[in-house]
C-alpha cells in the first residue's frame, strides 16, 4: 500500500487515510494510493463500507497544481471517482479543514459526505483561469438548483460546512474533533447505501432564474474566459445527459488549463505561497 494511503479497518468499514503533508494535496501518489485501497476493500470479506478521510487537518485541500503544466500524471480523478462510484460498497467522505477544487470533486464522487464543524468546501478553479474538471460543475447540479451552482462554480468561494448541508452537498455536520468525524463517518458507512449522484435528474430552477444569475455573475465577474466556459459547463449540464456533460466539462478545463492565463495565474499563486513559507521560516528562527 502507498504510504501517501493508509488502509485501516474499523470492524466491518475499511478506513483509507490520505496522509500528503502539508496539505493534503491529490498527486498521482495519492490517487494511486486511492485505488489500490479502493481495490483492496473490495476484496477485503466482511466489509459493509469504505471510508476516506484526510490525515492531519485537511481531508483533501486540492490538487497539486504542479502537475497541472503539461499531460497529468496518471491515474487521472475521474479515473479514480469512477471507481468509487462502480465500487460494490458505499463510499463515506470525512470532511475536514479545507476541501476545495479536485478534493471537493472526489468527495462529490462518494455515497455520502460528513464534514466537521469549521471545514469548508468550495471551487477556486475560476480563479486559477480554469474551470473544475473531474465532475464539480455536474455533480453539484444533482445535489443544488442550477443557480446555486453557477454562484458556486463562477462565484469560486468556499462556503463553510453548515451552509453547505444548507445547500445539500454535505449530509451530515459532526460538532467536535477529528476523532469524532472519523466515528460518525464509520458509522455512515455501516448503514449507507449506494448514491451516484451523475445518475440522479438535475435539480430544477424557477423559470428565468438560471439566465439571471449568468448575467448577474457575468456583470461582478466580467467576461474572462474561465467564467464564461464555466457557465456554459452548467447550462451544458442541464441540457444534456450527465456522461456528455462530463465530457464537455473535461475537456474545456483541460483546453483552459493549458492556456496562457492559467499558467499565469498557477505561477503567481505558487510563487505568493513560496514567498509566504518563506517568510513563516524567517519568522520562526
Known sequence: MHTHVRYDRAGSVAVLEIDNPPVNASTAAVRQGLLDGLARARDDAGLVGVVLAGAGRHFVSGSDLREFGGPIPGPQLPEVIAAIEAHPLPVVAALSGS?????????????????????????????????????????????????????????????????????????????????????????????????????????????????????????????????????????????????QALRHERAEFTRLRMGADAAARRHLFLARRAARQAESTDNTL
Open 99 to 243: 476541501t476545495l477544487g479536485g478534493g471537493f470533486e472526489l468527495a462529490l464522487g462518494c455515497d455520502r459526505r460528513v464534514a466537521l464543524v469549521g471545514s469548508r468546501v468550495g471551487f477556486p478553479e475560476v480563479g486559477l483561469g480554469m474551470i473544475p474538471g473531474a465532475g464539480g460543475t455536474q455533480r453539484t447540479l444533482r445535489l443544488c438548483p442550477p443557480p446555486r451552482v453557477l454562484d458556486l462554480v463562477v462565484g469560486a468561494e468556499p462556503v463553510d460546512a453548515e451552509q453547505a448541508l444548507a445547500d445539500g452537498l454535505v449530509d451530515e455536520v459532526v460538532d467536535g474533533a477529528a476523532a469524532d468525524l472519523r466515528a460518525r463517518a464509520v458509522a455512515a458507512a455501516r448503514t449507507a447505501t449506494k448514491r451516484v449522484l451523475r445518475e440522479l435528474p438535475v435539480r430544477g430552477a424557477a423559470p428565468g432564474e438560471l439566465e439571471e444569475t449568468a448575467r448577474r455573475l457575468l456583470a461582478r465577474r466580467g467576461a474572462e474566459p474561465a467564467v464564461v466556459v464555466a457557465i456554459g459547463a452548467v447550462l451544458t449540464g442541464t441540457a444534456v445527459p450527465a456522461e
